[in-house]
């Protein structure tokens, strides 16, 4: 996901009809009429584009915005989830402002959830009291039956049970649902944050401690230091048999299907069944693990690890999941550590954001409903199928000249570019939500409510088989691309300025939408793309030859990344943004060559002084514009697939021919590399 949000590990939708691609679209405004979309007021004339492409874009911004307090981070893409908030707290305010809302309405599920979400005082008189069952659930446990049974309910709902996961299709056996679990049980960022020496991290582990008594103290256990060190050492022990981020992206690795009988023969100690049945995953044929060797030693220490312990660690799992829904000592102490500790942020979001992130996530669809109602005209949405129309093109034209494809992967790929479904602003089918209770008084209720329905939604219905639902409600700033279902989407949210632009020339919304979607599609055709056909199908269509020359492309764009020092001592990590990496270069490629497609050879206009291939590279530098905190940096080179959005800006503009065209780059100029030098992946 090119904005830099993403959903690992994760089973996305199943298309449910390819989406033509050739579309009826109302032709762009004349250019004479149009804008650059460019803040050109803001640029460094002092720093040339050649040198840094970033700063001489983005310098007015970067000097005149303030970073938020609630913000680890701060740049194009939340200043659009700023506005989008904005935008939906208005419609949420006005549906909590109607008189009569029929129970079981949109209008009434959204009022009320919203309003539990920001009623303070009511969570302030509710104190511990809505925690208490779970409380005493974690305190019954008295065998490792009842272990497993209650990780296993925890995890059904998604409140802190020892492994992430879902149901969805088998991608070896498309349309059959299966369960698909992820390794867990850690709840600092990365095993490096238990295991490295680095005194930064010895100290975050320090803290951490510390917030473990603290919420032990506020649940009433009677030792709270102890059960604070006893589960730092367990989560240690589990860091010590996790997998890289970076082994966890390869999809060839963590695919490894079992039988809940298999398991409990192959992986004996931890009580499967009992696991599986509260989450419905004894109904399921099999049961993908992701990380085969993870949960092969976590069976092995269940019955070596005290059980007063794997209570404790349930309860400090359970409790961080739950804090932002119960009393502020509870939301203070979790904010303290993840928010204050880890990434430096310096206040919590305020209220009213919270309860919109809360509709957003458990009633996306009937929010996303108005949204695109409000907000999203049926002009913008034809303009960016036609811009999407041509990037499929491009790619088109671009696989028919990869030097790196024999001509059997060339075929496989432009068969599975042929069958890919797209989807721009909104789906064709709404999710309802008619039979999930919410209450104006019960924030926690509604919460658990909302994931055991979903829960129970994903059991029931494979995502997206239904006929055309969505991953992302139409509100979310971030598009995707699913190989289950090789369908790529972009909704309507995300098609705002700088990254889109409808008043703006077509030459920065290429290379800032454009190169978005070019993004997204290119994942079809990556190194991991390559494990999944057109229909979805688990199936590597690449000859060890393709795999070979592609493997050396990667190999000089992992060195060229290595080389980055966003702080000082600290490189990125090649390896782990090489795919996000090799995705932002063929997507500004991509995006370039289908801005070319559409002169349809006339040259690009001028427009403010700037012609149309420059504007093109100053769009793509634009939505990069970013502040970002030193202790969030720190954290996402370890664990991030994404470069800093700086290097983002630069890197894949200095691989690319156009960019030295455009600007006249030579030797000596601080972005140039020599041709041979240049890394092309199309």
């Known amino acids: 996901m090119a904005a830099g949000v993403v959903l690992p590990n994760r089973f996305l939708a199943a298309a449910a009809a390819v989406t033509a691609l050739v579309v009826c679209a109302a032709a762009p405004p004349r250019a004479d009429s149009l804008k650059s979309g460019l803040d050109v007021a803001g640029f460094d004339r002092r720093v040339a584009p050649q040198d840094d492409l970033y700063r001489h ?126 390794q867990g049980g850690l709840l600092l960022p990365d095993p490096g944050y238990y295991l490295a020496e680095d005194p930064a991290l010895v100290a975050v582990r320090a803290k951490y401690e510390q917030y473990l008594a603290r919420i032990f103290e506020l649940a009433e256990r009677p030792s709270p230091a102890d059960d604070a060190r006893a589960v730092l050492a367990l989560e240690t022990a589990l860091a010590r048999i996790s997998w890289t981020e970076a082994q966890s992206r390869d999809t060839a690795l963590t ?71 119960l009393s502020a000592p509870f939301d203070n102490a979790r904010f303290d550590f993840f928010g204050t500790v880890l990434t430096g942020q310096e206040l919590p979001r305020v209220r009213w954001k919270r309860g919109v992130s809360m509709v957003n996530a458990y009633l996306g669809d009937a929010l996303g409903r108005l949204y695109v109602e409000k907000h999203f005209t049926s002009a913008a949405r034809s303009r960016v199928q036609a811009m999407l129309a041509n990037v499929v093109e491009a790619y088109r034209g671009a696989i028919r000249d990869a030097p790196w494809m024999s001509p059997r992967t060339r075929h496989e790929a432009l068969e599975k570019l042929g069958a890919l479904s797209t989807g721009v602003g909104y789906p064709a089918r709404w999710r309802d939500y008619g039979a999930l209770v919410v209450k104006s008084d019960d924030l926690l209720g509604n919460w658990q409510r909302a994931l055991k329905f979903d829960a129970q939604y994903r059991l029931g219905n494979v995502a997206g088989s239904a006929g055309g639902e969505w991953v992302l409600p139409p509100q979310t700033v971030n598009a995707y691309y699913s190989a289950a279902a090789n369908e790529m989407v972009i909704p309507a949210a995300i098609l705002q300025p700088p990254l889109f632009d409808p008043a703006a020339d077509d030459a920065a919304n290429y290379g800032a939408a454009g190169a978005l979607i ?64 090799l995705g932002d270069l063929g997507g500004l490629s991509i995006a370039f060559r289908a801005y070319k497609l559409s002169l349809k050879g006339r040259p690009s206009p001028v427009i403010e002084g700037l012609t149309g291939e420059q504007r093109f590279f100053m769009g793509w530098a634009q939505i990069w514009r970013s502040k970002e905190r030193d202790e969030y940096v720190r954290s996402t080179l370890q664990t991030s697939a994404y470069l800093p959005s700086a290097l983002r ?22 972005l140039y590399r020599a041709p041979g030098a240049r890394v092309r992946i199309w």
């Not at 005082?121 to 019954?140: D, F, M, V, Y």
């Not at 060195?559 to 600290?570: A, F």
Request: hydrophobic share 45%; glycine share 8%.
């Open 57 to 182: 874009v983005n310098a007015g911004w970067l000097e005149r915005t303030a970073m938020p307090g609630d913000r680890v981070s701060h740049g194009a893409f939340t200043e659009i989830a700023d506005r989008t908030e904005s935008d939906l707290r208005a419609i949420i305010e006005e549906l909590v402002a109607r008189p009569n809302r029929p129970r079981g309405s949109p209008a009434q599920q959204i009022a009320d959830l919203y309003t539990s979400a920001v009623d303070e005082a009511r969570l302030a008189q509710i104190g511990t009291a809505s925690i208490q069952p779970e409380l005493r659930r974690i305190a019954s446990i008295t065998t490792p039956r009842d272990l497993a049974a209650e990780a296993g309910y925890l995890s059904s709902i998604a409140v802190g049970g020892p492994f992430g996961g879902t149901v969805g299709i088998d991608p070896l056996n498309p349309g059959v649902p299966v369960a698909r679990v992820t």
């Open 255 to 325: 695919y490894t299907r079992f039988t809940l009988p298999r398991l409990a023969e192959e992986m004996p100690g931890f009580d499967w069944s009992a696991w599986a049945k509260p989450q419905g995953i004894d109904r399921s044929p099999a049961v993908i693990l992701a990380q085969p060797s993870f949960f092969k030693s976590f069976a092995a220490m269940v019955p070596v690890v005290p059980l007063p312990t794997w209570k404790a660690w349930l309860l400090s799992r359970y409790l961080t999941a739950a804090a932002p829904y």
């Open 518 to 581: 070019g993004h997204e599609i290119g994942h079809a055709f990556d190194d991991r793309g390559r494990s999944f056909d057109g229909s979805g199908a688990a199936r590597d269509w690449w000859t060890s030859a393709d795999a070979e020359a592609f493997d050396q492309i990667a190999v000089r764009l992992v060195q060229q990344m290595d080389e980055y020092e966003p702080l000082p001592g600290l490189h990125v990590n090649g390896a782990l943004a090489a795919t996000e990496s």
């Open 649 to 670: 800006a630069n890197a894949a503009a200095a691989n690319l021919d156009g960019f030295y065209e455009a600007f006249a780059v030579k030797p000596g100029d601080r």
